[in-house]
């Protein structure tokens, strides 16, 4: 069995994207290697099924496929359509605010769509603290009455080029969370793509570690989507770039969360790709001289760092076993 401080470390931190690139795969084979993976050994590291809510009713047609086997309500997270601007981005979230309603309706005894996922349009970013607060202040209206258990997590990316306009955007959420989470609203978190299909999509350690920074800073919890699919840096010489690992990308969160902030240590972190230089126990996981307790790990998974996006259950299996961290 895995040491105490993985077993926490990971404990459902995948939500399943196989519908997605560059997995793609069907709705029928996402949802079986999500119900199999679930019911295996490893089980306990996945948590949600992420589907565009523009294919829920699609979902639902395998409902016997999915639902018929007596367990747990399966846990949902939807992905908006998003929009170029502001009025484009909330006419979706009206368009998925119904797909939503519509699937619980039917579905709702067997499934829970507790997670929102969208992107907020650069042109928004850009206006930063005062465009993302508009934002998302008026989807809160939508998202409420769609589902109030809910979670919406926004996507920031670093387009604009400026990390000042991220800054901004972030402090919108949070000023929204100061004023409506726990009263009228849930909490809004933040969202981080950390790599794509193209070199140029990947994120720099820098900008990683600036949203992991600013994310602690202002108390909104995150998940990341893409490219960590192993657990360390790696070059990847088929795309031809160096990717993030999901082990960096989490340590890096509980060492900032321990109060450990500097960004050029964050870096450094990020830019590991030694394997033998995390080291995971029963009590702690360290890093050279950094040492953070389960305790640790744990408020971290639950406050800051939520979960990363996959569009594949086996390669983190396959790296862990590889690297002798799981007797199996």
């Known amino acids: 069995m895995a040491p105490q401080s993985l077993q926490i470390m990971l404990g459902g931190i995948i939500d399943y994207a196989g519908l997605f690139p560059p997995a793609q795969e069907m709705m029928n084979e996402a949802l079986k290697k999500y119900a199999a993976f679930q019911r295996s050994e490893h089980g306990w590291m996945v948590s949600r099924f992420i589907c565009p809510a523009s294919r829920l009713a699609e979902l639902g047609k395998y409902s016997d496929l999915v639902f018929g086997d007596g367990s747990a309500p399966w846990q949902i997270s939807a992905i908006g359509r998003g929009g170029a601007d502001i009025n484009e981005f909330l006419a979706g979230l009206q368009s998925d605010k119904k797909d939503i309603q519509h699937f619980l309706e039917e579905y709702g005894e067997h499934a829970q769509v507790d997670m929102y996922e969208a992107k907020i349009p650069p042109v928004v970013v850009a206006q930063a603290e005062a465009g993302v607060w508009e934002l998302v202040e008026r989807a809160a209206e939508l998202i409420v009455t769609a589902e109030k258990g809910m979670a919406p997590f926004y996507e920031i990316g670093f387009e604009n080029g400026d990390p000042a306009l991220v800054a901004g955007a972030l402090r919108g959420m949070q000023q929204f969370n100061r004023k409506w989470a726990g009263v009228r609203h ?131 299996v396959t790296d862990l076993n590889a690297l002798g961290l799981f007797n199996s």
């Open 186 to 316: 849930r909490a809004v978190g933040a969202k981080i793509r950390t790599g794509g299909l193209q070199p140029e999509m990947i994120p720099t350690p820098r900008q990683v570690a600036f949203f992991i920074t600013a994310c602690e800073r202002l108390g909104l919890c995150f998940k990341a989507t893409a490219g960590l699919h192993h657990p360390y840096r790696h070059e990847d010489r088929q795309l031809g770039a160096w990717c993030h690992g999901f082990v960096n990308v989490f340590f890096a969160s509980m060492a900032a969360f321990a109060g450990y902030r500097e960004l050029p240590l964050l870096i450094e972190i990020l830019e590991c790709s030694s394997p033998e230089a995390f080291v995971f126990g029963d009590q702690s996981i360290r890093w050279y001289d950094i040492n953070i307790p389960v305790e640790k790990v744990l408020e971290t998974r639950r406050m800051l760092a939520l979960s990363f996006g996959s569009c594949s259950l086996e390669e983190p």
